[in-house]
């Protein structure tokens, strides 16, 4: 079946600091890669979104390369800020078949921006 | 998203009491999807209809039961078969048919917890 695994929170960063979070799936065929964010008691928000191999999904300043050889998708941004702070969330759609196009997601990443 | 309304925003039930979560949408979108997420996890798929009058079961619904009378609407009960409903329920929308790559959008949730 289709998976996501996701980099373990909480992360913590001082405002201007450099964003990693790692997203790994596993998945039939080429899937399509998202990653949404969720801010407090809010629902969830598409962030960006990346289609086929080597496609590289941008947003606020926010990027994500979809890497076919190392099945991933990892989430990065050059410099961080307080208004940041919110859970991440990798999520894949299978190309083909897969009924109604089912979002398949990670448990989420915390992240916590200091001034 | 706008165009996704779920309503009430907080909800309270009483043992062995069934209650209606409601999700309207004046996207014209065809999918409603509903979730559940729970503290610290990710989002867990109950069920999800591609057209009118049509619904499918996703992962965990035991408990639950929906509707699909109109495009627009895809309500949500949760039953007193449901033993921990406890949770965070977030309804989503998807433009398109099985073959899009449409991300999927979402209302603002409604959190439901036992008295």
């Known amino acids: 079946g289709n998976s996501v695994t996701q980099m373990e929170g909480p992360v913590t960063l001082s405002e201007e600091a450099f964003l990693t979070i790692n997203c790994t799936y596993t998945?039939?065929?080429?899937?399509?890669l998202f990653w949404y964010v969720q801010y407090p008691g809010e629902g969830l928000q598409l962030l960006l979104k990346a289609t086929k191999a080597d496609d590289k999904g941008s947003n606020k300043g926010f990027e994500a390369t979809y890497r076919k050889e190392t099945t991933s998708f990892h989430l990065e941004k050059g410099s961080v800020q307080v208004s940041d702070s919110a859970v991440y969330f990798c999520?894949?759609?299978?190309?083909?078949?897969?009924?109604?196009?089912?979002?398949?997601f990670g448990s989420g990443t915390q992240l916590t921006v200091l001034p | 998203d706008g165009g996704i309304t779920q309503s009430p925003k907080y909800l309270f039930r009483k043992e062995g009491q069934n209650v209606t979560l409601s999700c309207e949408q004046n996207?014209?979108?065809?999918?409603m999807y509903w979730y559940r997420q729970d503290p610290g996890q990710g989002l867990r798929l109950i069920y999800y209809?591609?057209?009118?009058?049509?619904?499918q079961k996703g992962d965990i619904a035991e408990g639950y039961s929906v509707s699909r009378e109109k495009k627009e609407s895809f309500p949500l009960t949760v039953t007193s078969a449901q033993k921990n409903p406890t949770a965070f329920y977030l309804c989503?929308?998807?433009?398109?048919?099985?073959?899009?790559?449409?991300?999927?959008?979402f209302g603002d949730g409604t959190r439901l917890s036992i008295l």
């Open positions: 998945a039939t065929g080429y899937p399509s």
């Open positions: 996207l014209n979108h065809d999918a």
């Open positions: 209809s591609q057209i009118v009058n049509d619904f």
């Open positions: 999520a894949l759609t299978p190309r083909a078949g897969g009924s109604a196009r089912q979002l398949t």
């Open positions: 989503a929308t998807r433009t398109g048919g099985r073959t899009t790559n449409q991300p999927q959008h």
